[in-house]
């Protein structure tokens, strides 16, 4: 079995706290390095703490490693522990540093282990998601096949915030639309898009592996082949109009770009966002209506939720 450490520099007020966050995100163990004890510790998954003989080199602070097993892709779940961290200090803890670290551990194939478990999904009756080193046949003659290698970046579709956001698009595309793509991490999104009859789409990343990475994917699927992708932070210095707006980033910098995706939005345009958890929903559609838009539909799929919004009554 090969793992996957992320590494999260911390003050050692929060150990625990951020112990938990990488459990809840799927870690089968973790172990914590603080510079205040003698003894460290590690727990084992089941709650068993196991005392270790670990000498620190730390002088302040604490690290707090987790194993992922390799059936978890890290870069998925990398931007919910970095949000659950963001907000400790709500809750009056310090987080110290607050760096977050992925390392290669046992195996120098780990990131790209988790490739053994990425089969095709179907992700509702239009839209099905295929790994590009995989055949797949399709059962239904209006079944739309993505081909995808997300490599590094986020977006192999089966993460809840991706599947709820390629839901939101079916329910709102009729044809012919130019859609605008905010944080397309793998270009999922755009490409999905894009079989579903949009006539242009804009991608956006701030990273520029995810660039790349969407730059790659789109040249593996034809109809998508005009999507223009660009760096870029949100939708800063955007002059496109466009009659939607999707963007599966963390609730936090979704707001952040409310007024950009308000100026662009054609009068009718709706506004789809996801990767907005249980907790900050609330404060997102508060967010929206001070904006000025009108809440459309709800996807949920566990503790996910993506949301869309109208610019204006319809
Ligand atoms: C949760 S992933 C979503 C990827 C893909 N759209 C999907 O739905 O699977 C969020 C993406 O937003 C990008 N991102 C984060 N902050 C950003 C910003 N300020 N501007 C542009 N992109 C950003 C990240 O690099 C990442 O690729």
New binding site residues.
């Given amino acids: 079995m090969k793992w996957n450490e992320v590494k999260v520099e911390t003050a050692s007020e929060a150990v625990e706290a951020v112990a938990n966050i990488l459990m809840e995100e799927g870690a089968s163990g973790v172990e914590i390095e603080d510079s205040k004890d003698v003894e460290n510790y590690s727990t084992d998954g089941f709650g068993e703490i196991i005392e270790t003989e670990m000498i620190t080199s730390l002088t302040e602070g604490a690290y707090v490693k987790a194993y992922f097993p390799e059936t978890i892709f890290v870069?998925?779940i990398l931007?919910t522990i970095r949000e659950k961290v963001n907000k400790l200090p709500d809750y009056g803890l310090s987080v110290g540093k607050n760096e977050l670290k992925v390392t290669e551990v046992a195996e120098k194939d780990w990131a790209t282990a988790w490739k053994k478990y990425y089969h095709p999904v179907r992700i509702s009756r239009y839209l099905t998601i295929k790994p590009s080193w995989e055949e797949y046949q399709t059962t239904d003659p209006k079944e739309e096949v993505i081909t995808l290698d997300p490599g590094m970046?986020?977006?192999?579709?089966t993460?809840p915030?991706?599947r709820l956001?390629?839901h939101a698009l079916e329910a709102t595309l009729r044809g012919n639309e130019t859609v605008i793509?905010?944080?397309?991490?793998?270009?999922?999104?755009?490409i999905a898009a894009k079989y579903l009859g949009a006539k242009e789409v804009v991608a956006?990343?701030?990273?520029d592996?995810?660039v790349k990475a969407a730059k790659e994917n789109i040249a593996l699927n034809p109809p998508a082949k005009n999507i223009q992708v660009k760096a870029?932070?949100?939708l800063?210095n955007v002059e496109k109009k466009a009659d939607v707006i999707?963007?599966?980033?963390?609730a936090d910098?979704i707001v952040?770009?409310l007024p950009d995706a308000w100026r662009l939005l054609e009068p009718t345009g709706t506004l789809i966002v996801?990767?907005i958890i249980e907790a900050k929903k609330q404060e997102v559609i508060e967010a929206m209506q001070v904006q000025g838009f009108i809440i459309d539909q709800t996807f949920q799929q566990k503790d996910w939720y993506a949301l869309t919004f109208k610019k204006m009554e319809e």
């Fill in positions: 870069p998925e931007p970046a986020f977006g192999t579709g993460h915030t991706t956001t390629l793509d905010v944080g397309t991490g793998s270009g999922v999104l755009s956006y990343d701030l990273d592996v995810a870029n932070n949100l800063t999707v963007a599966n980033i963390l910098i952040e770009m996801s990767g």
